[in-house]
């Protein structure tokens, strides 16, 4: 990789661990009991592919003996225990679950397909995505000796559970038929997962500990050769990021090259207000001010606020400022295609594709306003409510419409603040009628109510 492109490589990308040996692994149970993450995954693999071995070599003769026997004398084939075909990673984001399985495979000699299960999220969907997985094979595999892979299927708590009572019978058939081992990340325990559960093991990953997180930074910042932050502030950022060690990264890197010259912790506490303040004025200026796509690159471009961080701000405030239907289909039309991008970003750490991600969720999605007037009026810009640490903050009302959601669907908080919540309210801006329908479902009281109004 050139050097251009290592610079404009985010560090959670450049730093990430290409074998186990490099990783500071975290803590984890299996039943209870602390086990050696390592050393059991790597039993879990290996366990795999010569039951896997064992049992394609008996049901080939069992096969051979069905094509030439009577029905009734026919057997059943063989099956691998789910316990020995599948593993789930539990713990909270950034601790490190999706490096690790790439690490594993990386040592392993091992492709990884990966799916995320929150980007399928119906029955339909994920069932399609996992089919495709479990039998691909590159074009190369035809010509030369192919690797074997490990199925890497993120986010499993993303799936909703009522909507998609279909969704874990679709995973636990995949389990049956995959010729591939399964590892499945998710960030806490969900109620409609049960029936997984019961099948396969679970592996339960507590966050790093805040000096070994703290030792991972300094590796980091001598590496780039950054020397202005002291141990205490970068043990400030650690607090401030309850222990996700890609938050810690992220906030370093904004600070490392957001400044010049000497910090200290008046400074950064000033950057971080600063930044905030920045992002309220980016956001106003993307919505009501840029008429092109230059003008959406340019903000962009001049802003020192992490990409992802950048995004999240924008997905929360795109109902503030677009009120049309027709252009909210528009503007989360071109949301999706940045992240399909960003998804390939990951995958092929191909970054010189980043403006395109850019170009989209920032440009595109400001543009989508065909009928922008051309002064819209003061118009509330809202933090996001589900970032990178995993944390939100919901008032009393708030939290009350939460649970009466979460009543109807079982869902988490973080999925109905994320996800539902913006959901709901842009189906109760259409009409007065549609909103006393959405507010009757879920029995929302008056004050409940106004918290689907978007100018609320």
């Not at 279909?166 to 995959?178: F, H, K």
């Not at 795109?318 to 991008?341: M, Q, R």
């Not at 989508?368 to 589900?386: A, H, I, L």
């Not at 189906?427 to 609320?456: F, G, H, N, P």
């Amino acid at each position: 990789m050139s050097e251009s492109s290592l610079n404009k490589m985010p560090w959670v990308e450049k730093y990430r661990p290409k074998s186990m040996s490099e990783m500071a692994l975290p803590s984890a149970k299996l039943k209870g009991h602390k086990v050696d993450l390592s050393e059991e995954l790597k039993k879990f693999i290996i366990i795999f592919f010569q039951e896997k071995k064992k049992i394609n070599d008996e049901n080939h003769k069992i096969k051979s003996f069905n094509r030439t026997h009577e029905e009734k004398e026919q057997k059943k084939l063989i099956k691998i225990s789910p316990d020995k075909v599948a593993v789930l990673l539990e713990g909270p984001p950034g601790v490190g679950k999706t490096s690790i399985v790439y690490a594993l495979a990386n040592d392993l000699n091992l492709d990884v397909i990966e799916t995320n299960a929150s980007d399928v999220r119906t029955k339909k969907g994920l069932e399609s995505k996992l089919n495709e997985s479990i039998k691909s094979r590159g074009i190369m595999d035809f010509i030369s000796q192919s690797k074997d892979k490990i199925l890497l299927i993120d986010e499993i708590d993303g799936l909703y559970g009522v909507a998609d009572k279909g969704a874990v019978p679709t995973i636990l058939n995949i389990i049956d038929s995959t010729q591939f081992p399964i590892i499945m990340c998710s960030n806490e325990y969900k109620q409609n997962l049960q029936p997984l559960y019961n099948k396969i093991h679970k592996l339960e990953i507590n966050p790093l500990s805040q000096d070994e997180v703290l030792r991972i930074a300094q590796r980091i910042l001598i590496k780039e050769k950054i020397t202005n932050l002291q141990e205490g502030m970068i043990n400030s950022i650690i607090e401030k990021n309850h222990g996700d060690l890609r938050g810690v990264i992220n906030d370093l890197q904004g600070i490392s090259q957001g400044s010049s010259g000497k910090l200290d912790s008046e400074l950064i506490n000033s950057l971080n207000r600063d930044s905030t303040e920045e992002i309220f004025l980016i956001i106003r200026d993307l919505f009501q001010n840029v008429s092109t796509l230059k003008q959406a690159r340019d903000l962009t471009n001049k802003s020192d606020v992490d990409y992802n961080f950048l995004y999240k701000w924008v997905n929360e405030n795109i109902p503030s400022f677009i009120k049309l239907n027709s252009e909210l289909a528009v503007a989360y039309d071109n949301l999706s295609i940045a992240d399909e991008i960003f998804g390939r970003i990951q995958k092929t750490q191909n970054w010189s594709t980043l403006p395109y991600f850019y170009d989209l969720f920032a440009g595109g999605v400001s543009l989508s306003q065909k009928s922008r007037k051309e002064n819209q009026g003061f118009r509330k810009v809202s933090f996001p409510r589900y970032i990178s640490t995993g944390m939100f903050s919901l008032n009393a009302n708030e939290r009350l419409v939460v649970e009466k959601i979460k009543k109807k669907y079982e869902i988490s908080e973080i999925e109905a603040i994320q996800d539902f919540l913006p959901f709901l309210r842009v189906l109760a801006s259409v009409s007065r009628k549609q909103l006393k329908l959405v507010s009757d479902w879920l029995e929302l009281d008056a004050t409940e109510k106004k918290l689907l109004k978007i100018d609320s």
